[in-house]
């Protein structure tokens, strides 16, 4: 990727009735988790989102980087639609001088 960026360049396209979402170009010295897991230039992510119900979507990630990984791996989870709640802006702190 030419032009890397901090969340990267996402393509999405559908399979079926799964959305398929190929994401390149991570900006390297970001993590991917609040532990502070690494990757590398390399990384790519796949994530698919499938509807499994009326209120439920499962969502896999795999990540491949063939730097920090010896192997493609995943994570699956299912999102759960919350009723009678609202969403809350996030700020993101990146380049926050003051903390």
């Known amino acids: 990727m ?6 990267g360049h996402s393509v ?13 170009g991570i900006k390297e010295g970001t993590w991917l988790d609040s532990n502070g897991l690494e990757h590398s230039g390399k990384l790519q992510l796949t994530e698919r ?3 499994t119900g ?3 979507i499962k969502y896999t990630v795999t990540y491949t980087d063939p ?7 995943s994570l ?3 999102l759960k639609r919350l009723t009678d709640t609202r969403l809350i802006e996030y700020v ?3 380049n ?3 903390l």
């Open 12 to 24: 999405g396209r559908w399979e079926g009735g799964t959305l398929v979402v190929d994401t390149v």
């Open 67 to 73: 730097v920090f990984f010896t192997k493609p791996w």
């Open 49 to 51: 989102f499938q509807k």
């Open 92 to 94: 993101c702190m990146e």
């Open 96 to 98: 926050e001088k003051d």
């Open 2 to 7: 030419e032009y890397p960026a901090f969340m």
């Open 76 to 78: 699956t989870v299912d």
């Open 54 to 56: 009326p209120d439920i």
